[in-house]
């Protein structure tokens, strides 16, 4: 292909000519540019006349575009999508009324630590900057309360800055080159989501593209977690040394793991590998679960605090002379309310930070300090940890139930029906509650928001799951555990996996209301009631072939079994979607939620 | 009976005891003060934690808890409410989660003048507080973007500034009887959204509850619409002289009816009364249909500016020597995207002010200077319109389609339809900008959102007016004219009619996808696609009894009037609720639409 030759045209000069080769509209760019990051395969959104223009570049590249229902269920399936890639969940949608649809979504990925890049159509630069233009008010845009005042079209952008790593408002093309990278770069360094507005005139300005060839972001997901020199290589061996150090002389040292290593790049295989060499006994907090295998030898249990452990848990945990607290998110929910002990002897490795006593240490990411201690460790000088002084035993009791089916029963049949590397997606819900009692197998995945704990959030991130799933050729099993209550509120979603051909595992826990609520308040008050829908024929209604889904109502525990065993192993896009609605007792929840309800908040932790 | 005697106990003093019959606890303090509000039966919202407590004291009044499915769906309710009952939609919501959720809908009713009081659920005090409690990380709180720093607990009351009237945020009980009455009333004075935030363990403390019966709240609505002393009647009839004037020495002045006049307590009446007493020449905006009988013989039609109006519209509007703007709303929509002429010779009669040539007076509501114009016009001195220089004709085009019926005949057939009284609900969509081109019986109420266009709203905000229409024992109809695309936002709420025994009468218009952004951009693209569902199977699904509901899908012509036939005159209550689902073809619309997306926005109002 000959290149135009801009030299025939009188007034350009000749340096012009290799820019131009490379000239593409932005639109285009953005996406080639997605395209070159780790894990991204799928975008997720909602069309609207702001970014019409964007989306209309995506059919250049190999992105599939999902359209959702609505703009929270795309976001919540861009932030499952992100879960589970380890990348970047990317989110499109339109001014004002798409984005503020979304922002519970993005609000819930902020405070769990998922990476959503959410890129909004505004209105045209001219709208927005020419003195006559700007006065007008368009529609999707509130005026101001004073209705002789002139509009602000940064009204929706200044909402996000308390949830979001940062925002970049494109005025002009050339801005993207740096401005997008630095925002990727920026949500990976964090785990945060981050926000480019983009008005919709500049989709189709050209850019020079050369940066996708001469600067690839193939790396960027962990560029930062490299150690950049001799310098910082000596910094972080030192730390490291210092860490070992406190390892090699202490007595009976543990490992807890949580949520912030599953965040970062290859930071599970870091923290197995860690725990392989240390071979020392370790714990896992509620958000951690699955982050380490529950089957090696020395994985002592979940830990939640003296308020939400199993009986020996938070005694042995507490017995240990030094504690090695790594990807740690220290909050109510985590910390079984703030019941976990952390005393003097806890090293935390934190992505921000590295706290050892009272001394912290900025720059020095848990990730380079694994990388680290795992490369000069001297496991003959790792003690070995006594044996527990404390039996651990299990409260998976009985609640009360006037249903066939309890929790308890539910919680020990789903133990003996997952399998290594299943994918299990969560609700926000009672049975949430009752999963740290029961052992995970090997490699499992488990993704659940529980923390931010908005319900409606596990039926289109499990979109977002299998998408990626399904994106990145797995194959495993995806399990969603879903309540009535929630399911009522993002319902709609369960449509698009017979659109994206994926065959999740659905059990749909009916418990005839806001269970969770009733617990806290008004056991049988109609605020707590939702309205009683007929499940299984929610797949006529959605359109979904008959042969390609199997459905059954369970009441029974026989039918819960035979169900079960009728379930086989096969990838998730495989066989057929299953859904079965499980009637449980409306007050039947795990211990748990029940010792949770009855403490209030106690301060522990400073 | 005998109250407590505060006498007997040592320590109190006598004049506690008038105040301690009436100590109340303050959430039902505040059901209570809402219920004296005109026309507020019904409060809507989703239950949460922080907000439990709250709702406990609902059942000791007479209003109802209408459960929404999701809070963006009981926002667009409230809104709804709202709207029919020209007063508060009151939605309640918990921390984070539910607030953030039902933003969008906020966020629309602030754009369209419509009134919500938001209450919103808040952890307690204590935690807000307390120095140790108040470092923990709550769930459904955002921490801080760095891990090192304490909690902010108000990062989301600080996001609705721009989208509210006012917001109160509540940290001791006494507080709220000053704070909910001065929410309420600006809420009434600016038709806006408000917020109340209120901590979830100040719902049991007592208040002192003595004004439910020495201030009643029965006239907020309208008391800041009454004139208050003779200075200010002085003033307003000044005001209103120099308008009448104005009027008197005109040739040909008309009326151009606005969107505001329906948002303020008698506006409409006010404003139909000065049109009959001036019988002068008047027109109605985009987003003021319904608000004037278009049967009047006086009424010339809709006015949308040189690009959207019907042929001869705007001629005779720009010949009139003076415009006589009531209720104005100046937005894109609502203006023809701004080729509404307006000339030196508009008088504007806002809410915010009056203007007179470049003459700005505040502290002139329209509402008072129609009231005093109505009340002191000398009708023998209003002139008489000469007779329309302009033929107007109907630009009702047959737009090429290849479904067998088109939005054209839809239009005709709905026009002949409707009935005086009837309620439409109508969905952002194509349709929408077709109705300008039909006549409104007159009596007939018209609820859309025409600036905002957050598509899904309709459907929720129908189940809201609905209930409002039950709530004033109303014998109208209730019709809802919904899409494809938008219904799938939002189609859960559909199973609330049931619930609450409301039956309206549904037109589905499937053209198979967004049509609307089709004609901005992307004709076939996919990502103006939404999956195919089995509409008439919806019911099934959602539990409706069979024979509380009439389905049919229409493809023909024949069938659409057969259908229409067999609709019965019925109220909102009574009969059976009816879903039709009419196919229409993906790239058909109303001319107007063309129209308007084939012209950019040109400045032409300062």
Redesign the interface.
């Known amino acids: 292909m000959t290149p135009i030759s801009i030299e025939q045209i009188p007034g350009t000069v000749t340096t012009a000519t290799d820019a131009a080769v490379n000239m593409m509209p932005l639109g285009e760019y953005i996406f080639k540019r997605l395209e070159q990051v780790h894990n991204v395969r799928s975008v997720f959104g909602v ?3 702001f970014q ?2 964007l ?2 570049h ?2 250049k590249t190999k992105l599939n ?1 999902v ?1 959702g ?2 703009e ?1 269920n795309s976001g919540y399936a861009a932030d499952g999508y992100s879960r589970y890639t380890r990348s970047l969940g990317v989110l499109i949608t339109t001014y ?2 798409g984005e ?2 979304a ?2 979504a993005v ?2 990925a ?2 769990e630590y998922s990476k959503i890049l959410h890129i909004v159509g505004m209105p045209s630069t001219k ?1 927005m900057t ?1 003195e ?2 700007k ?14 005042k002139d509009s ?1 079209h940064l ?1 929706y952008a ?2 996000v800055d ?2 979001c ?1 940062a925002k970049k408002i494109i005025m002009n093309q050339d801005q993207i080159l740096d401005d997008l990278d630095d925002l990727i770069l920026q949500i990976f360094k ?1 785990s ?1 989501p981050g926000y480019l507005f983009l008005p919709v005139d500049l989709s189709d300005e050209l850019v020079n593209a050369e940066r996708l060839h001469s600067q690839s972001l193939e790396h960027i997901h962990k560029s930062f977690l490299e150690i950049k020199d001799s310098e910082e290589d000596r910094h972080i061996t030192e730390l490291a040394n210092k860490v070992l150090e406190q390892v090699y002389n202490a007595k009976n040292p543990v490992i807890l793991a949580d949520v912030l290593a599953d965040r970062y790049a290859n930071g599970q295989e870091l923290l197995q590998e860690f725990i392989n060499k240390t071979n020392l006994h370790h714990y896992v907090t509620f958000m951690g679960k699955s982050l380490v295998s529950e089957y090696h030898p020395k994985f002592v249990g979940d830990y939640q605090g003296s308020l939400l452990s199993n009986p020996g848990i938070h005694e042995n945990f507490v017995s240990s002379d030094l504690v090695l607290y790594v990807g740690p998110y ?4 985590n910390t079984g309310k ?1 019941t976990a002990e952390f005393k003097e002897n806890t090293i935390i490795l ?4 590295l706290k050892i006593g009272q001394t ?1 240490y900025r720059d020095a990411h848990f990730i380079k300090l694994l990388a680290k201690m795992n490369s000069i460790m001297d496991q003959t000088r790792v003690p070995i940890n006594p044996l527990l002084q404390f039996p651990i035993t299990k409260k998976f009791a009985n609640i009360p139930s006037t249903a066939k089916i309890n929790q308890s029963t539910l919680l020990s049949k789903l133990e003996a029906f997952i399998q290594p590397n299943d994918v299990l997606v969560c609700e926000t819900g009672s049975v949430m509650f009752g999963l740290p009692d029961i052992k995970f197998p090997t490699g499992m995945r488990y993704i659940a928001q529980g ?6 959030m596990a039926l289109p991130a499990s979109v977002g799951v299998g998408c990626a799933m399904r994106d990145l050729g797995s194959s495993q099993r995806l399990i969603l555990l879903e309540g009535d209550g929630s399911a ?5 979603e369960i ?2 996996f ?2 994206l051909k994926i065959k999740p595992i659905i059990f749909l826990l009916n418990n005839n209301g ?1 269970t ?2 009733r617990i ?3 056991e049988h ?11 299984l ?2 797949f ?4 979904v072939q008959e042969d390609s889904v199997r459905t059954a109502k369970i009441v029974e525990v026989t039918e819960l079994t035979k169900a079960l065993n009728s379930i086989e192993t096969r990838s998730v896009t495989e066989g057929t979607l299953e859904f079965y609605e499980i009637i449980l007792d409306q007050l039947d929840v795990p211990w748990r939620f029940h010792a949770m309800n009855s403490n209030r ?1 106690l ?1 522990k ?2």
Chains 1, 2 share one sequence.
């Open positions: 069309p609207g006349d019409l223009s989306l209309e995506i059919y575009w359209g229902c609505n929270l004002g009324v503020l649809s922002i519970n609000s819930g902020f405070a709208v020419d006559q233009l006065k007008q008010h368009i529609h999707h845009l509130v005026p101001d309360l004073d209705s002789l602000n009204v200044d909402m308390k949830v790593c964090t945060r220290i909050n109510e929910m703030y934190h992505a921000d930070y912290i923390f931010y704990l908005s319900i409606g009522q509120m993002t319902i709609q449509s698009a017979e659109h806001y969770v609520e806290i308040k008004g008050q109609s605020y707590n009631d939702v309205k009683p829908w007929n499940w024929n929610c006529k209604f959605f359109n908040l301060p932790m400073d």
